[in-house]
Every structure is written in C-alpha cells, then in structure tokens.
C-alpha cells in the first residue's frame, strides 16, 4: 500500500478510535490543522516512490505522521466544562501549573504592589483563557515584544502580551497572557467597556504560553507553587 494511502488509513483509525472526530475544536486551529495535514500529506507522498519495499519504514514515517496530526489536534481542543459563579472568586484563566506566587510592583494600570499569580501551559495544555471573573473591561491592551521562553523571570514584562484589568463591585485583577518561545500569536475577543461573565472566553494562545494574574494584596490565595490548575474550576484566590 502507498505511504500516503496508509498515512490516511491510520488517521481514519486514530480518529475513530480516539473519538476525536466528536470532540469540540477551537476556530483558532482550522487552518493550522489543514496545513499541518496538507504538509503530512505532501511529506508521505514524496516519500512513496523511495519507501516501495519497506513496510516497516512505510509503518514508522506513517505511525509519525499521525502522532505530530493528533498533537496539533488535541492542542485545539475545547473541554465542555460547568461553572459555580462567585464574585468573591477568582476562578483560573488557564489550563497550566503554577510558577509564580510573589508580591510585584504592578507598574502599567495600578502603580502599586501586588500579589502575582502566573500559570504556565505546555504544549499539551488547552490554550483557551478564560475570565477570571465577572464585570467590566475596565483596561486592554496590545503590546508588542521579544518571544522569550515563557518561564523567564523578564517575559512579563518584555515579551509580547496583552493586558487586561476586569473590574466588579468586589474588586479588580489584571490579566497578561504571554507569549512564548513556541507561542507566536495571541488572539483576544474583548475590548474596553465590554461587560463579561466569570468563566467567558477572553483569549487564546498558540504553542505554549503564560498568564500572569496580578491580584490585590489582601486576596486570599488559593494556590500553591507548581500545583496545576484547570481553567475555569481552580480557584486562585478570594477577594
């Protein structure tokens, strides 16, 4: 059989048998998807003509083909998860582990000390943000920057991102979603002025990334160094 026939048979099979063809996938991945298949596609063609007479090459490159397809795929996923609204809550923005807990010096909307609170995805994590809580967008915006790896010290405050302040009548937090050394593009859908709900879709993030969340100094912290968190059911702290 063709490399590039029996690339598709394994990927009929693997979605099949993942139940990936029902799961839920993020409008941020289509076309990274179709290029990436359209690539593997290409790349198992132009191998065919060498490969002829080894089925255990022919196996291997195949078997390798789907594992870097089911990667980006599962990377868009969308988990359908439930939320318990709470005001007084501040509910976790992001699939991750968290890398920071320490008092800042916020400079860019309160000019004043902090709690900060940032949470690391991986490649593996889903890359959906989520708001933290319900109110006002009092403050957003875009700023351009290097592409460090997400965990470094400076990467809040030079690396691309983009900010956010949401605001109700129990207080305010900021929220930063980094970019990465992999995670060249943040996409965002609110603006200033939008109300929203705790739990909505704000952002997301491709490739491995970061989100800083700068807290008030009396919140109640929730988290501890390295625990992972699940977006939009960890809680983070209480205002």
């Keep these: ?17 993942s139940r990936l063809v029902f799961m839920t996938l993020h409008r941020e991945g289509s076309k990274i998807m179709i290029f990436t298949f359209i690539g593997l596609l290409v790349f198992n063609l132009a191998l065919t003509p060498f490969l002829s007479e080894d089925p255990i090459a022919r196996g291997v490159i195949g078997s390798f083909s789907l594992f870097i397809f089911g990667v980006v795929v599962q990377f868009f996923r969308v988990p359908k998860r439930k939320i318990e609204i709470n005001d007084g809550q501040i509910i976790s923005p992001a699939d991750g582990k968290v890398v920071v807990i320490e008092r800042v010096f916020e400079d860019e909307f309160y000019k004043e000390e902090r709690i900060q609170v940032s949470i ?19 403050y957003a915006k875009y700023h351009p920057g290097n592409f460090l790896v ?18 109700n009548s129990k207080g305010s937090v900021l929220v930063r979603q980094i970019a990465g050394f992999l995670a060249r593009r943040i996409v965002y859908f609110v603006k200033k002025d939008d109300q929203i709900g705790q739990g909505d879709e704000f952002g997301f993030i491709k490739f491995g990334s970061r989100v800083d969340l700068l807290l008030p100094i009396n919140a109640k912290i929730k988290v501890d160094l390295d625990q992972k968190v699940i977006g939009k059911q960890t809680v983070i702290a209480e205002l």
């Excluded at 997400?150 to 605001?167: D, G, L, M």
Aim: with cysteine.
């Design 120 to 138: 690391f995805m991986s490649p593996f994590n889903v890359h959906i943000n989520w708001t933290p809580m319900a109110g006002l967008v009092k």
């Design 1 to 17: 059989m063709p490399l590039s026939w029996q690339f598709l048979l394994l990927l009929c099979t693997y979605l099949l048998d």
């Design 150 to 167: 997400a965990w470094h010290p400076k990467s809040s405050t030079e690396n691309e991102r983009t900010t956010f302040v949401f605001e």
